[in-house]
T-cell receptor, first 113, second 115 residues
């Protein structure tokens, strides 16, 4: 059974700081890994998807890396802004045909002005 | 492209009542997933469809829950005889299985409160 862990559970930083969120998973037979953002009471917004054959993906100030063999991914946020405050979730589908996602509990990020 | 939509956004019901939620996926997507999220937790898989066929159901989906996707377009999730433990955010996602990445796109969710 796939288990996904995210550390830290919560993080508070001053505006402008660079930060790293961590995600680990127990079964390395993943098809890809997705990072999502969730604002309070809202749905999920996909931020980045990394295929299992890739090492990293970048979108604007966000960079996600994947080390499949060690079961780890990181989400790097550069020059954080108060608007980045949200919960960040990582999710993985196991290889196979259903691609159902297993999620971590998320990291609650607060960026203080 | 209007993205994934869900209706209603919020539902308050009394214990024992039946409720039905609707999800409209991105129009060309052939996969549709339902997840449930409780406070402080990540979403958990409930069931998924490929076109109109329901291919897998989680053990979380008791026999009070039923989902359909007639004609492979929108989907409905019905909960019969609601219980307080059913209070959660119900999320729908869709993807295109023919695409190489199988990226899932989520809707805004339906928040259910059972009183």
């Amino acid at each position: 059974k796939q288990e996904v862990t995210q550390i830290p559970a919560a993080l508070s930083v001053p505006e402008g700081e660079n930060l790293v969120l961590n995600c680990s998973f127990t079964d390395s037979a993943i098809y890809n890994l997705q990072w999502f953002r969730q604002d309070p009471g809202k749905g999920l917004t996909s931020l980045l998807l990394i295929q299992s054959s890739q090492r990293e993906q970048t979108s604007g100030r966000l960079n996600a890396s994947l080390d499949k063999s060690s079961g780890r991914s990181t989400l790097y946020i550069a020059a954080s802004q108060p608007g980045d405050s949200a919960t960040y979730l990582c999710a993985v589908p196991l290889g196979g045909s259903n691609y159902k996602l297993t999620f971590g509990k998320g990291t609650l990020l607060t960026v203080n002005p | 492209d209007t993205g994934v939509s869900q209706d209603p956004r919020h539902k308050i019901t009394k214990r024992g009542q039946n409720v039905t939620f609707r999800c409209d996926p991105i129009s060309e997507h052939n996969r549709l997933y339902w997840y449930r999220q409780t406070l402080g937790q990540g979403p958990e898989f409930l069931t998924y469809f490929q076109n109109e066929a329901q291919l897998e159901k989680s053990r979380l989906l008791s026999d009070r829950f039923s989902a359909e996707r007639p004609k492979g377009s929108f989907s409905t999730l019905e909960i019969q005889r609601t219980e307080q433990g059913d209070s959660a955010m119900y999320l729908c996602a869709s993807s295109l299985v023919l695409a190489g990445d199988h990226e899932q796109y989520f809707g805004p969710g339906t928040r259910l409160t059972v009183t």
